[in-house]
C-alpha cells in the first residue's frame, strides 16, 4: 500500500489555475512556485509560535531598555528599499 499522498490531491483543484499562471508569469515551475509558498508558511509558522514570540518581545524589550531601539521611520525606508530592489530583481 502506497503511503505518499499523490501530490494532484495536496493542491485544491481551484487553485491549480492562478498558481500555473503566477508559476508562468514568474517563468518558474509549479512545482517550485508551490514549494516556496509552503517553506515559507512554515517559516512564518515557526516564527509565530506562542512561546518564541514572547522571548523574541523580550529580547527587542532588553534592546530598546539598552538604548539600541531603531527609528521606525529608517527601518521602513529601508524594508520598502529592500522590498524595491527584490522587486526590479524578478
Given amino acids: 500500500m502506497?503511503?505518499?499522498?499523490p501530490s494532484d490531491t495536496l493542491v485544491p483543484p481551484g487553485l491549480l489555475?492562478?498558481?500555473?499562471?503566477a508559476a508562468a508569469?514568474?517563468?518558474r515551475a509549479p512545482s517550485e512556485f508551490i514549494g516556496e509558498?509552503?517553506?515559507?508558511?512554515l517559516?512564518?509558522?515557526?516564527?509565530?509560535?506562542k512561546d518564541e514570540i514572547h522571548t523574541?518581545?523580550?529580547q527587542g524589550l532588553?534592546?530598546?531598555r539598552q538604548g539600541k531601539g531603531l527609528d521606525g521611520e529608517t527601518v521602513m525606508a529601508e524594508l520598502i528599499a529592500e522590498l524595491?530592489?527584490?522587486g526590479h530583481a524578478r
Fill in 2 to 5: 502506497k503511503s505518499e499522498t
Fill in 17 to 21: 489555475p492562478e498558481i500555473r499562471a
Fill in 25 to 27: 508569469e514568474e517563468h
Fill in 37 to 41: 509558498a509552503i517553506e515559507r508558511y
Fill in 43 to 49: 517559516s512564518e509558522r515557526r516564527w509565530f509560535r
Fill in 56 to 58: 523574541k518581545i523580550a
Fill in 62 to 64: 532588553k534592546s530598546l
Fill in 84 to 86: 524595491d530592489a527584490s
